[in-house]
């Protein structure tokens, strides 16, 4: 069989001073190759999930980590061809041909994996994992020499846990981890255990300088990973995308930062007047993508705006571009932020799944999320509409009650490969939903739903699972079920760690400022130390006695400070600021009164 190839040329990012590479490439055009009956090319990725629950154990134990690739990784792989399949031959690139360095006569039968087959990927790693499996590296953990061996978890075969190579060892404890992802290699552990295996890794394969995880991030999973220490000198890890979302932003100067994803005006359904067109919808898709690959590596307070968003792709793609321009928006206002594993201070070891539903917010079928954590640390999360349409709030609830014991087990049983002694904790903020699970008996208007969830009611009784009620308040899941205030939405989000590690925010006076009613007005924002120094100045005025000079101070204040709160409607003149109506009040906002 004979198969054309081609020269690829590209420019990758490297370090100043040029802060790129050239690099050429001469691949296989693997899509002219014919397809074998019952072929198999698939080769797993890394999870990101799995990502997180290594970055977690390292905060936990304190560890060290750094990142190692592989070049030109795949023609490290053999080619074993079987007698059944034909033998593949490569035509000479047509570039090569053109400026007489090839003959277009001669033919090229490939002995290793080169780029473009479709089984190449397939063939590195049963490649790697096979080596990984046979090599032993010697390290000084603790002033003592041990040997280590590699073994995949078994619920995650790019997540290998890193032990002593001892035959009495059952439990095999893991004292350090590696993550595989085609050609690069994440290893977390004891300094000198990290130092040891990218040493062993570079003597097998031909490979980059080590990047170690400190202040500077280093690119992982299309993640930013880096380290800061907190109040109590302890390692905290910060997995962000500030990059990608840099250049996401970067390149529209018109675009206002925002304080919020998605406004209620937003989530209003609507019937566009025209169907729309096929370019229409491709654009939707195409912002609907660069937003989904920040929510599902760093970014779990966009979720529920990229659902909305997705369910309106292709009856509404107008409405959707203007979503995306919100929630850039609001990424260009939070491009810092991500997610920080702290080291627990308690050494409890449970693992939390949080649910909470929206009722039939759009007549039809109710809007969910389950956001999982492990020791205060956010690891897994979901939001969308439920598969189903609900009789009832309860039943709302409890559908994603047992959507998240499904995804907290999913998530245990990597948890139970490292470590042992994790309680598991369900919280709900329905208190029908959690007696319909936990109690016998109840209504006839009921008793489908016992049915219905016959699965969670078994784990719960058996006592796999703890279920517990939780106030409306605290609970995380809030996040993803509709949309919120930015006082609400920052409360949430420090609750999930979700935070920025420097001060390299918008300045605020550029931040537009949105009401819960969707109305927007632009300018300057509150200066709330000004404010404060002003009704302190106001109250002093107020004990001499001196009302009409009261007023007058208010108004040469106000006249020199501007009024830039974005109050609804019309601006309005305050006779006396401590004896305003409700309708009058200048700052009304749920925003304003929590931060004043």
């Given at each position: 069989?004979?198969?054309?190839?081609?020269?690829?040329?590209?420019?990758?990012?490297?370090?100043?001073?040029?802060?790129?590479?050239?690099?050429?490439r001469w691949v296989v055009c693997g899509n002219y190759e014919s397809r074998k009956e019952g072929e198999e090319n698939y080769s797993g990725g890394a999870d990101a999930a799995a990502f997180r629950c290594l970055?977690?154990?390292?905060?936990?134990?304190?560890?060290?980590?750094?990142?190692?690739?592989?070049?030109?990784?795949?023609?490290?792989?053999?080619?074993?061809?079987?007698?059944?399949?034909?033998?593949?031959?490569?035509?000479?690139?047509?570039?090569?041909?053109?400026?007489?360095m090839m003959s277009k006569?001669?033919?090229?039968?490939?002995?290793?994996?080169?780029y473009g087959f479709r089984k190449s990927p397939r063939l590195w790693s049963q490649h790697r994992d096979d080596k990984f499996q046979k090599m032993e590296v010697e390290a000084t953990i603790e002033s003592k020499k041990v040997k280590l061996r590699f073994?995949?978890?078994?619920?995650?075969?790019?997540?290998?846990?890193?032990h002593r190579d001892d035959d009495g060892d059952q439990e095999m404890k893991a004292l350090g981890l590696m993550m595989t992802y085609v050609d690069d290699i994440f290893t977390v552990g004891p300094r000198g255990l990290v130092e040891a295996v990218i040493a062993k890794i570079q003597s097998t394969w031909a490979s980059t300088p080590p990047d170690w995880v400190g202040l500077k991030p280093l690119r992982f999973l299309g993640m930013e990973v880096s380290t800061f220490k907190d109040e109590n000198r302890w390692d905290?890890?910060?997995?962000?995308?500030?990059?990608?979302?840099?250049?996401?932003?970067?390149?529209d100067a018109g675009l206002k930062p925002k304080v919020?994803?998605?406004?209620r005006d937003q989530c209003v359904p609507s019937v566009p007047e025209e169907p729309p067109t096929i370019e229409q919808v491709r654009s939707a898709q195409k912002e609907v993508g660069e937003l989904l690959w920040t929510v599902t590596r760093t970014r779990p307070d966009l979720m529920y705006t990229v659902a909305k968003m997705s369910a309106l792709v292709t009856k509404d793609p107008l409405k959707v571009i203007e979503i995306s321009a919100q929630a850039k928006g609001y990424l260009k206002n939070t491009a810092a932020e991500g997610l920080n594993f702290r080291k627990s201070t308690t050494g409890e070891k449970t693992l939390c799944a949080f649910s909470d539903a929206s009722y039939a917010p759009d007549g039809e079928c109710s809007h969910g999320?389950?956001?999982?954590?492990?020791q205060g640390s956010t690891m897994m999360w979901k939001s969308g509409r439920q598969s189903v349409v609900s009789l009832s709030t309860a039943e709302s609830e409890l559908l994603e009650i047992i959507e998240a014991l499904t995804a907290g087990e999913s998530l245990f049983v990597m948890l139970n490969e490292l470590e042992e002694g994790i309680l598991?904790?369900?919280?709900?903020?329905?208190?029908?939903a959690v007696s319909i699970l936990s109690c016998e008996g109840g209504s006839w208007r009921t008793r489908h739903l016992r049915i219905r969830a016959s699965f969670a009611r078994d784990i719960v009784q058996r006592g796999e699972w703890a279920l517990h009620h939780m106030g409306g308040l605290e609970m995380i899941a809030d996040i993803g079920t509709k949309p919120l205030t930015s006082s609400r939405l920052r409360f949430l989000k420090k609750l999930m760690n979700l935070e920025e590690i420097k001060n390299d925010r918008v300045p605020e006076e550029n931040i537009e400022i949105e009401e819960k009613s969707g109305i927007v007005k632009e300018g300057v924002a509150v200066d709330l130390e000004k404010i404060s120094k002003a009704v302190k100045v106001i109250t002093l005025l107020a004990v001499l006695g001196s009302a009409e000079a009261e007023g007058e101070e208010v108004k040469e204040k106000e006249d020199e400070e501007g009024d830039g709160s974005g109050e609804r409607g019309a601006p309005r003149t305050v006779e006396d600021p401590f004896c305003c109506h409700a309708e009058e009040a200048p700052y009304r906002s749920e925003e304003h009164t929590s931060e004043l």
């Amino acid at each position: 069989e004979l198969v054309p190839s081609k020269i690829v040329f590209t420019r990758k990012p490297a370090p100043p001073p040029l802060g790129y590479k050239n690099k050429v490439r001469w691949v296989v055009c693997g899509n002219y190759e014919s397809r074998k009956e019952g072929e198999e090319n698939y080769s797993g990725g890394a999870d990101a999930a799995a990502f997180r629950c290594l970055v977690h154990q390292a905060s936990q134990h304190q560890w060290s980590g750094a990142s190692i690739d592989i070049k030109t990784a795949f023609l490290n792989a053999e080619v074993k061809p079987s007698e059944s399949e034909d033998v593949i031959l490569v035509k000479p690139p047509a570039f090569f041909v053109e400026r007489n360095m090839m003959s277009k006569d001669v033919v090229f039968q490939p002995l290793r994996a080169v780029y473009g087959f479709r089984k190449s990927p397939r063939l590195w790693s049963q490649h790697r994992d096979d080596k990984f499996q046979k090599m032993e590296v010697e390290a000084t953990i603790e002033s003592k020499k041990v040997k280590l061996r590699f073994t995949p978890l078994d619920s995650e075969p790019n997540l290998w846990k890193i032990h002593r190579d001892d035959d009495g060892d059952q439990e095999m404890k893991a004292l350090g981890l590696m993550m595989t992802y085609v050609d690069d290699i994440f290893t977390v552990g004891p300094r000198g255990l990290v130092e040891a295996v990218i040493a062993k890794i570079q003597s097998t394969w031909a490979s980059t300088p080590p990047d170690w995880v400190g202040l500077k991030p280093l690119r992982f999973l299309g993640m930013e990973v880096s380290t800061f220490k907190d109040e109590n000198r302890w390692d905290v890890w910060h997995v962000s995308q500030k990059s990608y979302i840099q250049d996401l932003v970067g390149n529209d100067a018109g675009l206002k930062p925002k304080v919020v994803p998605i406004t209620r005006d937003q989530c209003v359904p609507s019937v566009p007047e025209e169907p729309p067109t096929i370019e229409q919808v491709r654009s939707a898709q195409k912002e609907v993508g660069e937003l989904l690959w920040t929510v599902t590596r760093t970014r779990p307070d966009l979720m529920y705006t990229v659902a909305k968003m997705s369910a309106l792709v292709t009856k509404d793609p107008l409405k959707v571009i203007e979503i995306s321009a919100q929630a850039k928006g609001y990424l260009k206002n939070t491009a810092a932020e991500g997610l920080n594993f702290r080291k627990s201070t308690t050494g409890e070891k449970t693992l939390c799944a949080f649910s909470d539903a929206s009722y039939a917010p759009d007549g039809e079928c109710s809007h969910g999320c389950t956001i999982i954590s492990y020791q205060g640390s956010t690891m897994m999360w979901k939001s969308g509409r439920q598969s189903v349409v609900s009789l009832s709030t309860a039943e709302s609830e409890l559908l994603e009650i047992i959507e998240a014991l499904t995804a907290g087990e999913s998530l245990f049983v990597m948890l139970n490969e490292l470590e042992e002694g994790i309680l598991k904790v369900a919280w709900c903020d329905s208190q029908a939903a959690v007696s319909i699970l936990s109690c016998e008996g109840g209504s006839w208007r009921t008793r489908h739903l016992r049915i219905r969830a016959s699965f969670a009611r078994d784990i719960v009784q058996r006592g796999e699972w703890a279920l517990h009620h939780m106030g409306g308040l605290e609970m995380i899941a809030d996040i993803g079920t509709k949309p919120l205030t930015s006082s609400r939405l920052r409360f949430l989000k420090k609750l999930m760690n979700l935070e920025e590690i420097k001060n390299d925010r918008v300045p605020e006076e550029n931040i537009e400022i949105e009401e819960k009613s969707g109305i927007v007005k632009e300018g300057v924002a509150v200066d709330l130390e000004k404010i404060s120094k002003a009704v302190k100045v106001i109250t002093l005025l107020a004990v001499l006695g001196s009302a009409e000079a009261e007023g007058e101070e208010v108004k040469e204040k106000e006249d020199e400070e501007g009024d830039g709160s974005g109050e609804r409607g019309a601006p309005r003149t305050v006779e006396d600021p401590f004896c305003c109506h409700a309708e009058e009040a200048p700052y009304r906002s749920e925003e304003h009164t929590s931060e004043l």
